[in-house]
């Protein structure tokens, strides 16, 4: 059985197309400036060169000599003078674009490769193939994260996406992606949610394995990928995916109902978003509000900031769109497993516990009180929250709430209208779980970020698949950290959410709302399921369930009490 992680539910049965950024506009053109053409190569050449001089040092410095030889191989490649001189030659020959001729001269070069029997060899058409989509990439001035498929529906096999990739890919086409990085909670799982793509992550040698044009299924749900199956396997899981569809289908009819358990207890379910475009997704499935918007997103794959502007054009839609229920809209929280090319974060040897988030804010003060004066502009369009992500003390509460204090003080002045909004700060450190009943005397509410709180605790990088199986949120250590922030909520009256993976997480549901969590935030695709889960069940069972397990002391017992009792 082939195996990688399930990060986002459902089934696909399809062809495999592999992406290898290859498929970008290569295609033949006439060219009367020949001598332009030249020198374009060369321009390239030299922006690559350049690029890889500076990744060759830095991973020398991070990685050591081994990582950097790889670096600088690539350079070796991109100054090869035979390779060079064939492109030269083909553009004179057949007066074509450059594109083009670096395409196809390269190409010969890959196949060369691949055909060898030594399988070091072969491996090094990879490196060609690296280098040549890195200079077609530069060549056609686009940002890594740009991609162009094929209209046919799909499989798409790729060694990574980037969150902003799997945000832009048609879903007429694609029916489920596979990747060789990557882990459950890594924002490009995240997104897959959020677009409702059935996604598998971290499996091994995906390029050798699922071959071109392949018939495959993917099983989402354990993370299992069938190829070479009969027509008894093909049935089935054509009719496990119609029932799942189906099953999704009839959960529409609560779309109007109120999140309410069988004794009358209430509880709020709220979607999450990653732009305005999402919301439509939020409101088809009946959330209460938004529960976490993740603002970064709009930072990301672009080569320059969103203006002020632009940004409280977008928080206003969103307010507006959303009426008056509730939206939470968190700070950026760049840096870790989101990068821009423009901030110039520092490469720090371990990024998620570097610069990141709120941190970045601080060293970036303009891109924050942009960030700020625009949410602040916009509260007055609807029922606005502000949230900080990475808090780690209550320095860092005082540090955000005199921003926002400076930029009242100025919109006082200036007779800028806006409206005061709970401002709140997420739970995803250690250190702030356990100073929680400090934190909360100065904030309005808190949401538990379970994917950071994971990651920090048990000091295992989030996107790391090696490190999968330290995705621990059933471990006596992260429920004890939850249930201290929500005792710290619940002893001074401030509301409290959980935002992260786990809050989707049908078995962790009974933990949380038994233990007091007020609101579930989570992709929009999850939300019907669980209000289907609460209805169908008491309160009362989920507090004795939270107390029952919060005795327990092995991460075993929760895990089979939970399933004895909860799962279908
Ligand atoms: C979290 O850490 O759980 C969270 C919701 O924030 P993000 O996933 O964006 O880091
Ligand atoms: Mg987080």
């Known amino acids: 059985m082939i195996k990688g992680i399930p990060v986002s539910e459902g089934y696909a049965i399809g062809s495999v197309y592999q992406w290898h950024e290859t498929t970008l506009d290569t295609s033949k053109k006439k060219i009367s400036n020949l001598k332009a053409e030249i020198d374009f190569l060369h321009e390239t050449i030299e922006k690559t060169k350049a690029q890889l001089d500076v990744l060759m040092k830095k991973s020398k410095d991070i990685y050591g000599e081994e990582t950097s030889k790889i670096f600088e191989a690539h350079l070796l490649i991109v100054q090869d003078p035979e390779m060079i001189k064939n492109i030269e030659t083909k553009i004179n020959e057949e007066s074509c674009n450059m594109l083009y001729a670096l395409k196809t001269v390269t190409d010969d070069y890959i196949h060369v490769f691949e055909n060898l029997d030594d399988d070091y060899l072969k491996e090094r058409a990879l490196d060609i193939i ?38 832009s890919l048609d879903l007429n086409y694609v029916k489920g992606f596979i990747t060789e990085t990557g882990g459950k909670t890594s924002h490009s799982a995240i997104m897959s949610k959020l677009v409702g793509l059935p996604a598998i ?10 071959k071109q044009n392949k018939e495959i299924i993917m099983d989402a749900f354990t993370g299992e990928i069938i190829i070479d199956y009969n027509s008894e396997t093909y049935h089935t899981y054509l009719y496990k995916r119609d029932q799942y569809l189906s099953y999704k289908d009839s959960l529409k ?16 379910l709220s979607g999450q978003i990653g732009s305005s475009k999402d919301v439509s997704q939020v409101i088809e499935n ?20 969103p203006s002020e502007e632009d940004q409280f054009i977008e928080y206003k839609s969103i307010l507006e769109m959303m009426k008056d229920k509730p939206v939470v809209i968190r700070t950026i929280d760049l840096g870790g497993d989101k990068q821009t090319p423009y901030l110039h974060i520092k490469s720090d040897l371990n990024p998620s516990l570097g610069i990141r988030a709120i941190r970045l804010s601080i060293y970036h003060q303009d891109v924050i009180y942009k960030q700020l004066r625009a949410l602040i502009r916009a509260s007055i369009y609807g029922n606005l929250s502000v949230m900080f992500p990475m808090v780690a003390s209550l320095e860092d509460i005082m540090m955000v709430k005199q921003w926002i204090t400076d930029i ?43 994917n950071d709180l994971i990651q920090y605790t048990f000091a295992a990088d989030r996107t790391s698949e090696d490190l ?12 004890r950290l939850i249930h201290m922030a929500v005792k710290a909520a619940k002893d ?29 935030s989570m992709s929009p695709s999850q939300i019907l399921k669980s209000k289907d889960f609460v209805l169908n069940h008491h309160h009362s069972v989920f507090e004795y369930a939270a107390d029952y397990v919060m005795k327990l002391t092995t991460e075993k017992e929760i895990l089979k009490f939970l399933k004895d009792n909860f799962q279908k």
């Open 253 to 268: 009819r609560l779309i109007k109902e109120p999140t309410r358990s069988q004794d009358g207890k209430t509880y709020i």
């Open 468 to 479: 999968d199986y330290l995705y621990r949120p059933f471990s006596p250590a992260i429920l």
């Open 130 to 167: 690296d280098v040549r989509n890195r200079m077609i990439r530069n060549a056609l001035n686009l940002s890594p994260d740009e991609m162009v498929l094929p209209k046919k529906e799909m499989i798409l096999v790729a060694y990574e996406l980037t969150p902003s990739q799997i945000a």
């Open 492 to 520: 001074n009256h401030i509301h409290i959410s959980v935002c992260g993976e786990m809050a989707s997480d049908q078995l962790a549901l009974p933990l949380l709302l038994g233990m007091g969590v007020d609101e579930l």
């Open 201 to 210: 992550m971290g499996f091994d040698n995906a390029f050798k394995i699922l």
């Open 286 to 305: 009946g959330a209460d509000g938004i529960g976490l918007f993740r603002t970064e997103f709009l930072f990301i794959n672009r080569l320059t900031p």
């Open 408 to 450: 009242k003080v100025e919109f006082d002045a200036l007779g800028i209208p806006y409206k005061n909004f709970p401002i709140g700060i997420m739970i995803e450190i250690p250190s702030a779980a356990l100073m929680a009943d400090e934190f909360a005397k100065h904030v309005d509410f808190f949401s538990i970020g379970t």
